[in-house]
């Protein structure tokens, strides 16, 4: 069974940082290109980073350039998001994602609340 574990969520003043984790069971992460994505209430799914599988290149939000930064260890099967410098928009529920052309597995999701 796949399972995505994201943990690191809570409330922090803006300004302030996070460090959310992606624990991954069932799948091998280095086969898996993995994303983070997160969904404020009202609104849609929105995809946050993304990191390959094969150069580890990385793309991001505009919205979060220069402030999130997503990592994967692949002998741990985790991936990171590294957020700084949140802002009151950054609240939302975050998904940790796990995707290729026949798969596509998803986290339960983990509460980011910034506000002061």
């Known amino acids: 069974?796949?399972?995505l574990v994201e943990s690191g969520g809570g409330l922090v003043q803006p300004g302030g940082s996070l460090g959310l984790s992606c624990a991954a069971s069932g799948i091998i992460v280095s086969n898996f290109p993995m994303a983070w994505y997160r969904q404020?209430?009202?609104?849609?799914?929105?995809l946050v980073a993304?990191?390959?599988n094969t150069d580890y290149s990385t793309k991001y939000?505009?919205?979060?350039?220069?402030?999130f930064t997503i990592a994967r260890?692949?002998?741990?099967?985790?991936?990171?998001?590294q957020m700084n410098s949140l802002k009151p928009e950054d609240?939302?529920?975050y998904y940790c994602n796990a995707h290729?052309?026949?798969k596509d597995y998803w986290g339960q999701g983990t509460q980011v609340t910034v506000s002061s």
């Open 91 to 93: 609240t939302a529920i």
């Open 1 to 3: 069974q796949v399972q």
């Open 40 to 46: 404020a209430p009202g609104k849609q799914r929105e």
């Open 100 to 102: 290729n052309v026949v």
């Open 50 to 52: 993304a990191i390959t």
């Open 61 to 67: 939000a505009d919205s979060v350039k220069g402030r």
């Open 73 to 81: 260890d692949n002998a741990k099967n985790v991936v990171y998001l």
